[in-house]
């Protein structure tokens, strides 16, 4: 309760907001969704809500508008997902914690939300709406198995404008650690502590930074990009802040 607390400080919780009372003129929003799994034996703990506090304190120094939902459905999220690619004009950071599943039905890996799979075939039609104007949309994903569930290397092809960053490799574990104190996810906490001493970091330099750390946790970072120039910009995208 006090993590959902901070984070409120930070953020607005959208998980049981309409659409339509979200702002239609959006630049740079960080936009994070916390599966925690409270209650059932897939719990996380509390390493998924620290992950995010430190997510959103990241982006919100950056003038990231930092917007996060909490254990919803997948079709709520898919619904703000939607939006905020539409009324997002510069950059929209997508950032997913929580469970990852092999769906061998679909020959896909998803995210595991409380009522469904989310998969690769969900979340195109989404992210095609991405190639519209300039928005740049990065995927990142900390979860065990889903890799980043849109393998643009893999045969799996999609119009966007988007460049993706998983913490496995789709066939690992994702770690939790407990640092300062607090539980949190391995790839979070290595990246958010890069980004932090490193705001210039690019998506290149994040992989090969963190790459070697990760291999010791038997974790390979993965990332895929749908334009080649994309690895070569910030993370953190400074085009225009508001």
């Known amino acids: 309760m006090i993590a959902l607390q901070n984070i409120k400080k930070i953020g607005t919780d959208i998980t049981n907001i309409a659409v339509s009372s979200l702002s239609n003129n959006l630049i740079n929003v960080a936009f994070i969704v916390i599966n925690q799994y ?35 459905k997948c079709s709520n999220f898919i619904s703000k997902f939607n939006y905020l690619i539409q009324n997002t004009t510069n950059d929209l950071v997508f950032y997913y914690i929580g469970h990852g599943v092999i769906d061998n039905e679909l020959n896909s890996n998803a995210f595991l939300f409380k009522d469904k799979n989310c998969d690769r075939y969900t979340l195109s039609s989404s992210i095609s709406l991405a190639q519209r104007n300039d928005l740049r949309l990065v ?41 300062n104190r607090k539980e949190q996810g391995l790839f979070t906490y290595f990246l958010i502590d890069a980004l932090t001493n490193e705001p210039s970091l690019t998506i ?39």
């Open 38 to 72: 409270l209650g059932t034996r897939l719990s996380l703990g509390d390493a998924p809500m620290n992950d995010a506090i430190n997510i959103a304190t990241c982006f919100s120094k950056f003038g990231y508008t930092v917007y996060f939902m909490v254990d919803p």
């Open 139 to 179: 995927f990142i994903s900390d979860c065990c198995y889903a890799g980043s569930i849109i393998d643009l290397d893999n045969g799996f092809h999609i119009n966007s404008n988007i460049v993706t960053i998983s913490s496995t490799n789709g066939r690992q574990k994702a770690r939790q650690i407990v640092a």
């Open 204 to 242: 290149k330099g994040c992989q090969q930074l963190l790459r070697p750390k990760l291999k010791s946790f038997s974790q390979t970072i993965t990332i895929h990009s749908s334009k080649r120039n994309y690895l070569k910009q910030p993370i953190i995208h400074q085009r225009q802040t508001r």
